[in-house]
């Protein structure tokens, strides 16, 4: 968990590495119960980003979350582990499949 004096730390790290700005479309893959999502909410709204949220039905599925993403112009996501491995055949990269040595580096 993190505290709230650990959030402006939080979204300075996650900006830095993701490199983040106010063209960014950031998708909230974490369930608004889930604490994750405080992350991508502050990554988002901490650069000026647009953040979307895909509808419930279509988040576990890998198709429908895919066009949605794409007709949203998400230009930043951060997926669990169990659901990479679920999504990799079909994850998408600028409209193209994601490399191999992109996924190994998960």
């Known amino acids: ?4 004096e650990g959030l402006p730390h939080c979204f300075r790290s996650m900006n830095r590495i ?4 106010s063209q960014d479309v950031i998708a909230q893959f974490a369930g608004t119960t889930f604490d994750a999502s405080i992350c991508e909410v502050i990554m988002a709204l ?17 198709p429908l979350l895919a066009d949605s993403y794409c007709q949203a112009g ?19 990269c600028q409209g193209s499949q994601a490399p191999t040595d992109t996924l190994s580096q998960t």
Do not use: K, N
Request: proline content about 7%; hydrophobic content about 50%; aromatic content about 10%.
């Open 1 to 4: 968990a993190i505290g709230h």
């Open 18 to 21: 993701l490199d983040v700005d």
């Open 46 to 62: 901490g650069a000026g980003a647009r953040l979307f949220l895909a509808p419930e039905d279509e988040r576990m599925q890998v």
């Open 74 to 92: 998400v230009s930043v996501a951060i997926f669990t582990p169990t659901f990479l491995r679920q999504a990799s055949p079909a994850l998408f």
